[in-house]
């Protein structure tokens, strides 16, 4: 018996394809919304492996009309040149100098920047937080995307207490909220806060979270569209 031919077309296919990825995350890409673009200058999405953050970040992306630009930490050669080679292949050109990557990103008409497995990257956190995201447009949101929350030189530089937020991805539920029997580490004042809360991260320290398997993602690649960010 054959299947039913989908009616309309490939972008509303996509559209509904996307609305199925979020199920169970409503909360999460609700608080995430708001943030990309033009929200803190680093947003820190950071759960488990394999727990779906890229599938959040790709799907809530998607249904904004922003222009963003994907790099793969995966793919990545934890070095600076390894990180403009990347970033040249998914502004799909050369790779830029350090000193005039930002200009090629405000040409691009970036709006939001997202460095998936972000956890591979550990040598280039300096230089990323130091100089890289420093020299972006003040309209640029970097969305930190891997297994661990910002460390403590995120938290105490100077500036960037005020410009961080942090997201952190629980497990998916039916209505996108945690279950009333998870808990999450409480700040040292005893203020707990339910996962999926997303904040400036100089109200608490950080969480850290069990390894897990990598979460699939497909090579370094632009995502780029006058109305959706997808893949």
């Known amino acids: ?37 033009h929200g803190p200058a680093a947003v820190f999405v ?27 930490g995966r793919y990545t050669e934890p070095t600076v040149p390894g990180a403009l080679a990347a970033l040249g292949t998914a502004l799909g ?18 709006d939001v920047l997202v460095i998936d497995s972000f956890e591979r990257l550990n040598l280039l956190d300096g230089w990323i937080r130091n100089e890289f995201t420093r020299a972006l447009p003040a309209g640029v949101t970097t969305l930190l995307v891997g297994r661990r929350g910002p ?15 942090e997201l952190v991805v629980g497990p998916r539920t039916s209505t996108g909220s945690l279950p009333p029997t998870e808990s999450v580490a409480t700040t040292p004042c005893g203020s707990g806060r339910s996962r999926g809360d997303i904040r400036s991260p100089s ?28 893949r």
């Not at 199925?20 to 995350?25: D, E, F, K, Q, S």
């Not at 000193?99 to 970036?110: H, R, W």
């Not at 460390?151 to 961080?164: D, S």
């Not at 969480?207 to 109305?227: D, Q, T």
Request: with cysteine; net charge positive.
């Open 151 to 165: 460390n403590a030189a995120w938290r105490t530089a100077p500036g960037w207490r005020t410009l961080l937020g």
């Open 93 to 110: 050109g050369p790779p830029p100098q350090s000193a005039t990557a930002a200009e090629q990103i405000a040409a691009a008409d970036v």
């Open 1 to 37: 018996m054959s299947q039913p031919r989908p009616r309309g077309s490939v972008s509303d296919r996509l559209a509904a394809a996307v609305a199925a990825a979020l199920v169970g995350r409503a909360e999460e890409s609700a608080r995430l919304t708001p943030l990309a673009p």
């Open 203 to 230: 109200s608490s320290p950080a969480r850290r979270w069990p390894a897990g398997p990598a979460c699939p993602l497909g090579p370094v690649h632009r995502r780029r569209s006058s109305r959706s960010c997808s």
């Open 46 to 72: 950071h759960g488990p492996g394999g727990i779906g953050k890229t599938t959040l970040v790709t799907g809530t992306l998607a249904a904004l009309a922003v222009n963003c630009v994907s790099l793969d």
